[in-house]
């Protein structure tokens, strides 16, 4: 039985114990705040990280893991018992994280795959965990690779922003660089599809966004995986997975989203990443 080993970065945001349990690697980004670089989900608690942005100046950046820090994760992975490895990241349009884990696999050359997830958060995170879950019941590289192709097709993923103001400084999202002034102080709702960010509207209220953001959930059908998203917003994250986890036979994951991607969307969003059943 081919033995595959699972890699991905911290954008994926698999819970620890989750990725303890089907032994994934997660190799973390870099957030860049106070002249210092803190390794995502290590050096600073995702707590912490949202009750500081708003007052921090200049604002956080990131940056992608090296090159060396996939290379070590690949080396330990192929030393260690396995016939290979499938690395998949962040989507290659909104991040270099792709890009790095690229160079670092030529030099392990066919026993290393790196796979674009075209992502982020669990929309990555699915792909992953599903991967490793199929390895785990010995499926061979090509069953792994056409299972994550056919999850990087169905999975959906959406969010209620509290502002708009930490996309639009991010400088990744064109429409979002456009907004004019009086357009900040409402609520957009974006949707991640293959590595673009979409805007689907926006509400003037916290409580018509949520309303909006259900009924997206509700227009994507039966569904096989669920998570219901957040930056510091627990409370309310928890009672929306009351009233959405009869839609999944398997619990809801409750996920305060990584400080990489709150970096880039601020606190107090809300938001579902979803794995449609394949039909």
């Given at each position: ?91 290659n349009q909104l991040s270099g994280i792709y ?108 409580v018509q966004g949520i309303l909006r953001l ?66």
């Amino acid at each position: 039985m081919m033995k595959i080993r699972l890699v991905t970065d911290s954008t994926s945001d698999i819970p620890v114990e989750i990725a303890l349990q089907h032994g994934i690697e997660v190799v973390p980004a870099l957030v860049n705040m106070r002249g210092r670089s803190y390794a995502d989900g290590v050096d600073i608690t995702r707590e912490e990280f949202y009750d500081e942005i708003p007052a921090l100046n200049p604002p956080p950046t990131t940056s992608s893991p090296s090159v060396g820090s996939f290379q070590e994760r690949y080396e330990k992975l192929l030393s260690n018992g396995a016939e290979h490895v499938v690395s998949i990241h962040a989507a290659n349009q909104l991040s270099g994280i792709y890009n790095a884990a690229r160079l670092a696999a030529q030099e392990f050359g066919e026993y290393v795959n790196v796979l674009d997830s075209e992502q982020l958060s669990l929309g990555l995170g699915f792909q992953v965990l599903m991967a490793a879950e199929a390895a785990a019941r010995g499926a061979l590289l090509n069953e792994v690779t056409a299972l994550v192709d056919s999850v990087r097709q169905r999975v959906r993923v959406a969010a209620l922003l509290h502002s708009i103001e930490y996309v639009r400084r991010s400088g990744r999202v064109s429409w979002a660089r456009a907004v004019i002034g009086s357009l900040l102080n409402l609520q957009p709702l974006i949707e991640l599809r293959h590595g673009a960010v979409i805007r689907l509207g926006q509400v003037r209220t916290r409580v018509q966004g949520i309303l909006r953001l259900t009924e997206t959930l509700n227009s994507w059908g039966p569904l096989e995986r669920l998570a219901v998203l957040h930056t510091n917003a627990e409370s309310t994250a928890r009672q929306l997975v009351e009233e959405v986890k009869g839609k999944v036979n398997i619990p809801p994951l409750v996920v305060n989203v990584t400080t990489a991607i709150g970096t880039h969307v601020g606190p107090n969003a809300l938001g579902f990443a979803a794995v449609p059943i394949d039909r």
